[in-house]
């Protein structure tokens, strides 16, 4: 039972273009929504992070939506960069819980 | 800044080898998981640990153990490698609910 379905699987974006992953989840019991980026060779990292009691959060050219009636979150990379290309996984928690249930991962490539 | 090591980057055992992997972390966190990240799969929790001598069981726990003896190393342990257990295992560590931090990753290739 996959609890975070994230898409698209791949993603090719022009550099300067914008690009959007979205994940979509069942528990409305989560309360925290982080995305990493794993570039090759490397353990994924914190990208940035949101809880469901507001609507958007914006770092630098990096913005996640959130959308609580839908249950569903997405990741938004403005003025996509070739530095870019990574894969990224959306993941949730439910409050008090140590574990994060991931997203199956969305390799994204910013095309010079 | 947070440090989450792994003991090897590369690994290549034969089936039915005890295969053992390390990780280490130094900000003195409590939990510490053990992850599985296949293509197409995502990364998969084979198990955790919340305390010393504490584990729980992950999403795919079956032919792995763990042993954590003290609070910043935790160990993955493949009783007898399979080749289905061919992948990259990624260690974490977090405080609290907060950001979890992973290790480089151990690549085992089970021929």
């Known amino acids: 039972q996959q609890q975070v379905k994230q898409s698209p699987q791949s993603l090719i974006v022009q550099k300067g273009g914008i690009s959007i992953i979205n994940c979509a989840y069942e528990?409305?019991?989560?309360?925290?929504f982080p995305w990493y980026q794993q570039f090759p060779g490397k353990g994924p990292a914190l990208l940035i992070a949101?809880?469901?009691?507001?609507s958007e959060k914006k770092e630098g050219r990096f913005t996640i939506s959130f959308n609580k009636s839908a249950k569903q979150f997405s990741l938004h990379i403005m003025d996509s960069q070739p530095g870019d290309s990574a894969t990224y996984f959306c993941?949730?928690?439910?409050?008090?819980?140590?574990?994060?249930?991931f997203g199956k991962g969305t390799k994204l490539t910013v095309n010079p | 800044d947070v440090k989450v090591t792994q003991s090897s980057r590369y690994l290549v055992k034969r089936t039915g080898e005890k295969v053992f992997l390390e990780c280490v972390q130094d900000m003195d966190h409590e939990n510490m998981f053990w992850y599985r990240q296949d293509p197409g799969l995502g990364l998969r929790l084979i198990y955790f640990?919340?305390?010393?001598?504490?584990?729980e069981k992950g999403d795919i726990p079956e032919g792995y153990s763990v042993s954590r003896e003290k609070k910043e190393r935790f160990s993955l342990i493949l009783e007898s490698a399979s080749t289905n257990q061919t992948s990259m295992y990624l260690c974490?560590?977090?405080?609290?609910?907060?950001?979890?931090?992973f290790g480089p990753g151990t690549r085992l290739t089970v021929l």
């Open positions: 528990n409305t019991a989560f309360d925290y």
């Open positions: 640990s919340y305390d010393v001598k504490m584990k």
């Open positions: 974490a560590s977090r405080v609290g609910l907060n950001e979890q931090f």
């Open positions: 993941a949730a928690s439910e409050g008090g819980s140590e574990k994060l249930v």
């Open positions: 949101i809880r469901p009691d507001v």
